[in-house]
């Protein structure tokens, strides 16, 4: 059974196995990612009504832009479509969109659908929606260091102030509180680029479904799972279990 109490404030999912299951069905990888849009719909309602506050989806990472033309192509326009569809029910739920990654370099139109949609919830505040997009961690890690560099090299700072904080103020995740659990599906036990800073202390979730297949039961699941643990942050479990 779900404890209420114990609800994750974040929770970050790397959305993987489309294309493997539109293969499944003798279909082109985009019809995969289409239906993965159903997946989408169903752990953005359910972690709105379990309480989450912060729910943070990897849709594109800097890598996927290797992938053929046609491929990101049909992405970015998906994304437009699931943008412009989605707004009026964000706002009818009171959910916040946000981004992290490489905005900049997203096909215009996506950009700006994007942006505007950012625009029309952001007063929004029963739970924040991050869109990882064009996102890979590395590149997150290295924008912060240059601008911090920057800082120092102007003298805005001195060098003894580079801080874990003041890093993490320069993370496009500045706003959020790290992801208490982090979610995979698709049977790979990896990273892929994501979030390795902020996860540093998550509790990891691999299940071998295919996203397109995930709905709000197997959210639950996973979120009792992480129930099941015991996060001592370095501490002995004499210590967590005295506390
Ligand atoms: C995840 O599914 C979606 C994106 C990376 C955009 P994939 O497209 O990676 O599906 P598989 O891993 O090839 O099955
Ligand atoms: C990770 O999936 C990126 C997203 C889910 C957006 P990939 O399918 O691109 O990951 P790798 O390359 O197989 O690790
Ligand atoms: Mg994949």
């Known amino acids: 059974m779900m404890n209420k109490e114990n609800i994750p404030k974040h929770i970050a999912v790397i959305m993987d196995g489309n294309g493997r299951w539109a293969k499944q069905r003798g279909k082109s990888r985009v019809f995969g990612h289409k239906n993965g849009v159903v997946a989408v719909n169903d752990f953005v309602e359910c ?9 943070t989806l990897y849709a594109f990472s800097s890598e996927n832009w290797n992938r053929p033309d046609y491929e990101v192509n049909a992405l970015m326009q998906l994304l437009v479509v699931t943008i412009k569809k989605e707004i009026d029910k964000l706002n009818k739920n009171n959910i916040r969109l946000q981004v992290i990654g490489d905005v900049e370099s997203l096909p215009s139109k996506t950009r700006k659908i994007l942006l505007e949609a ?11 929606l991050i869109l990882a997009l064009s996102y890979s961690s590395k590149w997150e890690i290295m924008e912060a260091v240059k601008s ?80 099941s643990r015991e996060r001592r942050f370095g501490k002995t479990s004499e210590q967590i279990e005295s506390a």
């Open 47 to 55: 972690s709105a009504e379990i309480g989450v506050k912060y729910l």
């Open 118 to 128: 950012i625009k029309s919830t952001e007063n929004n505040d029963r739970m924040t």
């Open 148 to 227: 911090i560099a920057k800082k120092v090299e102007n003298n805005e700072i001195s060098s003894d102030q580079v801080t874990e904080e003041l890093f993490e103020q320069h993370l496009n995740t500045s706003d959020y509180p790290d992801p208490e659990l982090l979610i995979r599906t698709s049977g790979e036990n990896r990273i892929s680029n994501f979030l390795l800073w902020q996860i540093a202390y998550s509790e990891l979730y691999f299940t071998d479904k295919l996203w397109p297949d995930m709905r709000k039961a197997d959210l639950i699941d996973a979120i009792e799972d992480y129930q």
